[in-house]
């Protein structure tokens, strides 16, 4: 539950798992704005979890058989360690967001390094003469047992992937805003600029019931 609300009668079915202590996330970035860049280590790590869940969506399918998602998480690291004597940590949605961002950026710059790649690539087979051929809760992670994990890390993968497949697109950002990010309704309500947090919680119901159907249309499958 968020400080303030009241009970959430919508349950979260992300399987995003409990967030770590606010108040030693605040006291890491002060130790590492005095100083103590050991700390960043500790820090990044706290959600870790979470900004792999989101970068595995951002990436979507299509590149992901291109980039692998922990690089780009690392590579958020090593740039947000650098810009950490600017940040202020007031949540834990706004470091998740703030690590979001500089995830995005990365994705974007490889996405681009990317498509210019396979445009290369598409001239120089155009190029070529003919006859040269051609050649996818809660329990913390260090108390499951192996097989539990690789259990649990399968359904957290086949659910990103259903997640980030909504459409429209707004019920993917309302899962993201509530579920990945831990924003509080109010916010939900404003970065979706809706009128209301009923209207906010109703496209949230809405998303979770279509979230629902594609799951259980690929239980039926198995």
């Known amino acids: 539950m968020h400080p303030g609300e009241s009970q959430d009668p919508i349950e979260d079915e992300t399987g995003a798992g409990p967030l770590p202590d606010l108040s030693r996330s605040i006291e890491l970035v002060q130790l590492i704005q005095g100083g103590e860049t050991g700390a960043c280590g500790e820090l990044f790590e706290r959600y870790r979890p979470r900004l792999l869940r989101i970068v595995r969506m951002r990436l979507g399918e299509q590149l992901r058989r291109h980039m692998d998602e922990e690089d ?16 202020e940590l007031r949540s834990h949605a ?15 710059q490889k996405r681009g390094h990317y498509e210019r790649a396979k445009r290369d690539a598409d001239r120089e087979v155009e190029m070529r003469p003919l006859n040269e051929g051609s050649p996818g809760f809660p329990v913390a992670a260090k108390e499951l047992s192996p097989s539990q994990k690789a259990i649990r890390a399968e359904f957290e993968d086949l659910l990103d ?10 019920y993917r950002e309302v899962i993201l ?20 947090v009923a209207a906010a919680q109703e496209l949230y119901r809405r998303a979770y019931h ?7 249309r690929h239980l039926e499958r198995e």
Do not use: C, T
């Open 72 to 87: 780009v998480v690392q590579e958020a690291f090593l740039i947000a360690a650098q810009k950490i004597g600017e940040f």
């Open 94 to 108: 706004s470091i998740l967001h703030w690590l979001a961002r500089i995830a995005e950026n990365q994705i974007r």
């Open 161 to 170: 992937s259903y997640v980030a497949e909504l459409d429209p697109p707004e």
């Open 177 to 196: 805003l509530r579920d990945y990010y831990e924003e509080d309704w109010e916010e939900v309500r404003s970065r979706l600029d809706k009128a209301s």
């Open 210 to 216: 279509k979230l629902r159907e594609k799951m259980k």
